[in-house]
Protein backbone atom coordinates (compact mmCIF):
# COMPACT_ATOMS: atom_id res chain seq x y z
CA UNK A 1 0.00 0.00 0.00
CA UNK A 2 1.01 3.61 -0.29
CA UNK A 3 2.69 5.61 2.25
CA UNK A 4 3.65 9.30 2.64
CA UNK A 5 6.01 10.32 4.65
CA UNK A 6 7.05 14.32 5.71
CA UNK A 7 9.25 15.20 8.13
CA UNK A 8 9.99 16.99 10.61
CA UNK A 9 6.70 17.27 12.24
CA UNK A 10 7.39 20.61 13.77
CA UNK A 11 9.72 23.38 13.68
CA UNK A 12 10.72 26.54 15.02
CA UNK A 13 12.86 29.25 13.27
CA UNK A 14 14.48 32.52 13.30
CA UNK A 15 13.06 35.21 10.55
CA UNK A 16 15.68 35.00 7.79
CA UNK A 17 16.81 31.79 8.26
CA UNK A 18 16.45 29.05 5.26
CA UNK A 19 13.91 26.22 5.00
CA UNK A 20 14.14 22.91 3.92
CA UNK A 21 11.02 20.78 4.65
CA UNK A 22 10.70 16.99 2.55
CA UNK A 23 8.50 14.88 1.46
CA UNK A 24 8.23 11.27 0.14
CA UNK A 25 6.32 8.26 -1.00
CA UNK A 26 6.01 4.76 -0.99
CA UNK A 27 4.23 1.59 -2.65
CA UNK A 28 3.39 4.03 -6.02
CA UNK A 29 5.15 5.43 -8.99
CA UNK A 30 4.62 8.79 -11.13
CA UNK A 31 2.25 10.09 -8.50
CA UNK A 32 1.37 14.18 -8.56
CA UNK A 33 2.48 15.56 -5.45
CA UNK A 34 1.52 18.71 -4.06
CA UNK A 35 2.44 21.29 -1.12
CA UNK A 36 0.05 23.15 0.93
CA UNK A 37 0.01 25.57 3.42
CA UNK A 38 -3.22 25.69 6.16
CA UNK A 39 -2.66 29.15 8.52
CA UNK A 40 -4.46 28.04 11.66
CA UNK A 41 -8.20 27.85 11.71
CA UNK A 42 -7.91 28.80 7.95
CA UNK A 43 -8.47 26.67 4.70
CA UNK A 44 -5.90 25.10 2.27
CA UNK A 45 -3.67 26.98 0.21
CA UNK A 46 -2.05 24.88 -2.89
CA UNK A 47 1.55 26.70 -3.22
CA UNK A 48 3.08 24.18 -5.55
CA UNK A 49 2.39 20.91 -7.70
CA UNK A 50 4.13 18.55 -9.81
CA UNK A 51 3.50 16.39 -12.30
CA UNK A 52 6.90 14.73 -12.88
CA UNK A 53 10.49 14.95 -11.94
CA UNK A 54 12.12 18.55 -12.41
CA UNK A 55 8.43 19.77 -13.41
CA UNK A 56 7.44 22.19 -10.87
CA UNK A 57 3.75 24.52 -11.13
CA UNK A 58 3.73 27.46 -8.63
CA UNK A 59 0.10 28.99 -7.70
CA UNK A 60 1.35 31.61 -5.50
CA UNK A 61 4.39 33.68 -6.10
CA UNK A 62 6.28 34.15 -2.62
CA UNK A 63 9.65 33.50 -0.84
CA UNK A 64 9.59 29.75 -1.22
CA UNK A 65 10.25 27.74 -3.86
CA UNK A 66 9.72 23.32 -4.28
CA UNK A 67 12.03 21.12 -6.67
CA UNK A 68 11.23 17.34 -7.17
CA UNK A 69 14.87 15.79 -7.46
CA UNK A 70 13.20 12.29 -7.63
CA UNK A 71 9.84 10.87 -8.59
CA UNK A 72 8.76 10.16 -5.44
CA UNK A 73 10.55 12.93 -3.40
CA UNK A 74 9.03 16.68 -3.24
CA UNK A 75 11.03 19.35 -1.06
CA UNK A 76 9.60 22.73 -0.14
CA UNK A 77 12.56 25.67 0.39
CA UNK A 78 12.81 29.27 1.60
CA UNK A 79 16.30 31.17 1.73
CA UNK A 80 15.03 33.96 4.01
CA UNK A 81 12.17 33.07 6.37
CA UNK A 82 9.29 35.91 7.18
CA UNK A 83 6.98 35.47 9.83
CA UNK A 84 4.36 35.22 7.12
CA UNK A 85 5.47 31.78 6.32
CA UNK A 86 4.28 30.38 10.01
CA UNK A 87 1.97 27.80 9.58
CA UNK A 88 1.05 23.77 8.96
CA UNK A 89 2.48 22.86 5.73
CA UNK A 90 0.89 19.43 3.98
CA UNK A 91 2.89 17.84 1.41
CA UNK A 92 0.13 15.38 -0.58
CA UNK A 93 0.36 12.97 -3.47
CA UNK A 94 -2.91 12.02 -5.73
CA UNK A 95 -2.86 9.69 -9.01
CA UNK A 96 -5.47 8.95 -11.33
CA UNK A 97 -8.90 10.73 -12.85
CA UNK A 98 -10.31 11.22 -9.13
CA UNK A 99 -7.17 13.23 -7.81
CA UNK A 100 -7.90 12.40 -4.43
CA UNK A 101 -5.43 13.96 -2.04
CA UNK A 102 -3.33 11.71 0.16
CA UNK A 103 -2.08 14.20 2.88
CA UNK A 104 1.59 14.03 5.05
CA UNK A 105 1.17 13.89 8.52
CA UNK A 106 2.51 17.83 8.40
CA UNK A 107 5.09 19.96 9.33
CA UNK A 108 3.89 22.85 11.91
CA UNK A 109 6.52 25.90 11.12
CA UNK A 110 6.73 28.92 13.23
CA UNK A 111 8.56 31.50 12.23
CA UNK A 112 10.04 33.94 15.16
CA UNK B 1 -11.04 28.46 -13.20
CA UNK B 2 -13.70 26.52 -10.61
CA UNK B 3 -15.11 28.04 -7.37
CA UNK B 4 -16.29 26.20 -4.59
CA UNK B 5 -18.10 27.71 -1.54
CA UNK B 6 -18.88 25.95 1.66
CA UNK B 7 -21.54 26.57 4.17
CA UNK B 8 -22.12 27.00 7.04
CA UNK B 9 -18.25 28.16 7.91
CA UNK B 10 -19.54 26.43 11.99
CA UNK B 11 -22.05 24.25 12.64
CA UNK B 12 -22.86 23.39 16.63
CA UNK B 13 -25.27 20.25 17.13
CA UNK B 14 -25.85 18.14 19.68
CA UNK B 15 -24.94 14.72 19.84
CA UNK B 16 -27.60 12.40 18.02
CA UNK B 17 -28.81 15.26 15.55
CA UNK B 18 -27.95 15.43 11.88
CA UNK B 19 -25.40 17.42 10.59
CA UNK B 20 -25.25 18.78 6.87
CA UNK B 21 -22.61 20.90 5.17
CA UNK B 22 -23.54 22.09 1.72
CA UNK B 23 -20.76 22.79 -1.19
CA UNK B 24 -21.68 24.94 -4.70
CA UNK B 25 -19.55 24.91 -7.78
CA UNK B 26 -19.33 26.22 -10.93
CA UNK B 27 -17.64 24.35 -13.59
CA UNK B 28 -20.21 21.64 -15.03
CA UNK B 29 -16.97 19.62 -16.17
CA UNK B 30 -16.42 18.84 -12.40
CA UNK B 31 -16.86 15.61 -12.31
CA UNK B 32 -15.33 13.91 -8.67
CA UNK B 33 -16.80 15.49 -5.48
CA UNK B 34 -14.57 14.20 -2.15
CA UNK B 35 -14.94 15.24 1.28
CA UNK B 36 -12.14 15.47 3.83
CA UNK B 37 -12.05 15.75 7.55
CA UNK B 38 -9.30 17.46 9.65
CA UNK B 39 -9.30 16.64 13.51
CA UNK B 40 -7.15 19.16 15.58
CA UNK B 41 -3.67 19.22 14.63
CA UNK B 42 -3.86 16.23 11.77
CA UNK B 43 -3.71 15.94 8.54
CA UNK B 44 -7.11 15.73 6.25
CA UNK B 45 -8.50 12.89 5.25
CA UNK B 46 -10.93 11.25 2.57
CA UNK B 47 -14.12 9.81 4.44
CA UNK B 48 -16.18 9.31 1.23
CA UNK B 49 -16.48 10.84 -2.37
CA UNK B 50 -18.97 10.93 -5.09
CA UNK B 51 -19.28 10.67 -8.78
CA UNK B 52 -20.80 12.88 -11.09
CA UNK B 53 -22.79 10.42 -12.67
CA UNK B 54 -24.55 9.46 -8.93
CA UNK B 55 -27.06 11.14 -7.13
CA UNK B 56 -26.09 9.54 -3.48
CA UNK B 57 -23.66 7.58 -2.17
CA UNK B 58 -23.79 6.48 1.89
CA UNK B 59 -21.52 5.27 4.33
CA UNK B 60 -23.00 4.22 7.38
CA UNK B 61 -23.83 7.54 9.64
CA UNK B 62 -22.29 9.52 6.09
CA UNK B 63 -23.91 10.30 3.19
CA UNK B 64 -23.34 12.45 -0.05
CA UNK B 65 -25.54 14.10 -2.11
CA UNK B 66 -24.98 15.68 -5.51
CA UNK B 67 -27.59 17.91 -7.70
CA UNK B 68 -25.20 18.46 -11.04
CA UNK B 69 -28.25 20.76 -12.44
CA UNK B 70 -28.14 23.09 -9.22
CA UNK B 71 -23.92 22.21 -9.17
CA UNK B 72 -24.47 21.63 -5.17
CA UNK B 73 -23.49 18.45 -2.94
CA UNK B 74 -23.93 18.05 0.03
CA UNK B 75 -22.46 15.98 3.63
CA UNK B 76 -24.64 14.41 5.30
CA UNK B 77 -23.82 13.32 8.79
CA UNK B 78 -26.54 11.21 10.72
CA UNK B 79 -26.43 10.11 15.02
CA UNK B 80 -23.33 12.98 15.86
CA UNK B 81 -21.34 11.41 18.08
CA UNK B 82 -18.39 13.77 19.77
CA UNK B 83 -15.67 12.02 17.95
CA UNK B 84 -17.37 13.73 14.99
CA UNK B 85 -16.33 17.06 15.65
CA UNK B 86 -13.56 18.39 13.06
CA UNK B 87 -13.16 20.31 10.50
CA UNK B 88 -14.80 19.20 7.61
CA UNK B 89 -13.99 20.31 3.48
CA UNK B 90 -15.14 19.20 0.46
CA UNK B 91 -13.68 19.34 -2.70
CA UNK B 92 -13.92 19.38 -6.59
CA UNK B 93 -11.81 17.65 -9.35
CA UNK B 94 -12.33 16.83 -12.50
CA UNK B 95 -10.21 17.58 -15.93
CA UNK B 96 -7.09 19.18 -14.01
CA UNK B 97 -4.19 18.02 -11.53
CA UNK B 98 -5.55 20.77 -9.36
CA UNK B 99 -8.18 20.16 -6.50
CA UNK B 100 -10.28 23.34 -5.30
CA UNK B 101 -11.37 22.99 -1.89
CA UNK B 102 -14.05 24.73 -0.14
CA UNK B 103 -13.07 27.19 3.08
CA UNK B 104 -14.37 24.05 5.52
CA UNK B 105 -16.56 23.72 8.16
CA UNK B 106 -15.95 23.31 11.44
CA UNK B 107 -18.14 21.09 13.33
CA UNK B 108 -18.67 20.63 16.88
CA UNK B 109 -20.98 17.85 18.84
CA UNK B 110 -21.81 18.83 22.03
CA UNK B 111 -22.06 15.79 24.32
Known amino acids: SQTIHQWPATLVQPVGSPLSLECTVE??????LYWYRQAAGRGLQLLFY??????ISSEVPQNLSASRPQDRQFILSSKKLLLSDSGFYLC???????????FGAGTRLSVL | GENVEQHPSTLSVQEGDSAVIKCTYS??????FPWYKQELGKRPQLIID?????GEKKDQRIAVTLNKTAKHFSLHITETQPEDSAVYFC??????????FGRGTSLIVHP
Open chain 1, 27 to 32: GTSNPN
Open chain 2, 27 to 32: DSASNY
Open chain 1, 92 to 102: AWAQGAKNIQY
Open chain 2, 50 to 54: IRSNV
Open chain 1, 50 to 55: SVGIGQ
Open chain 2, 91 to 100: AVTGGSYIPT
